[in-house]
């Protein structure tokens, strides 16, 4: 019935001890502020310019690795390599920055689809949730969401 100091040096021994396990099952943070814009429509392929802000590590750093869908294609803006694919079935890019953007072509579709990113570090660590681009209103359904339809 009495608290002993063995009980509260248990609980605390299985905190310390279960504390690198519980870090690593903490998701990577997301990138901020993901944005599209300039976006252009053509008969079969439209494109827009994805940017973000990086997502800051705990020590105050940001992180350079991003996934995307494989759905598209990216072209990057400040002579980086393109997006690979790299552990599962999406596209990782890497980027020093200063400026966090990719050009994205995507095939035109009358079937909106979510412009999203999320940031990775390698297969080992938790990705970060996915984050779902700000759409401009005139391209934006109602779940905010691209429309790329095609112009005839």
Known sequence: MFWSHRKTLAIISAIVMAAPVLAALV?????TDV??????RGSVWGKFLLEWKPAVNPTGGVYSTYRLPASCGYTPLQGEPPPAPKYDN??????TGPRYALQVQCRCSNQPFPVRISTGVDQSTPTSVWVNAAI????????GWLRLSCLR
């Open 27 to 31: 998701a990577t943070p997301p990138p």
């Open 35 to 40: 944005t599209v814009s300039q976006v252009d």
């Open 90 to 95: 999406f596209l990782w890019f890497t980027t």
């Open 136 to 143: 401009p209103a005139d391209f934006a359904d109602s779940r």
